[in-house]
Nanobody, 123 residues
């Protein structure tokens, strides 16, 4: 199995940027498709972005398309989420997740999760 640790969250003003990182340890990182999800208080966990094992294929939620960019470095066992033009509605705890299957927007398809990192965007 794989262990995931997110970092990079914080407080930022509307229009600002943050870069989230997820460090993986354990099994070979490149066998996992990776995803980023977020959960705001009182809300369901929602899909943000996903990336294939090689990094060649990516998907984004419509709400973040054009503002967020997912990437991965299999040599460094990391996946990152560059978040630009942040909005107050992006405020949530952000989680990275890993699946041995194909990339997917469904949280239930991911077997491994990090502990989450808080992102707060002030208006």
């Amino acid at each position: 199995q794989v262990q995931l640790v997110e970092s990079g969250g914080g407080l930022v003003q509307t229009g600002g940027s943050l870069r989230l990182s997820c460090a993986a340890s354990g099994r070979t990182f490149s066998i996992y498709a990776m995803g980023w999800f977020r959960q705001a208080p009182g809300e369901e966990r929602e899909f943000v972005s996903s990336i294939s094992r090689s990094g060649g294929l990516t998907d984004y939620a419509n709400s973040v398309k054009g503002r967020f960019t997912i990437s991965r470095d299999n040599a460094k066992n990391t996946v990152t989420l560059q978040m630009n033009s942040l909005k107050p509605e992006d405020t949530a705890v952000y989680f990275c997740a890993a699946t041995e299957g194909r990339r997917t927007p469904r949280p239930g398809d991911y077997a491994y999760w990090g502990q989450g990192t808080q992102v707060t965007v002030s208006s």
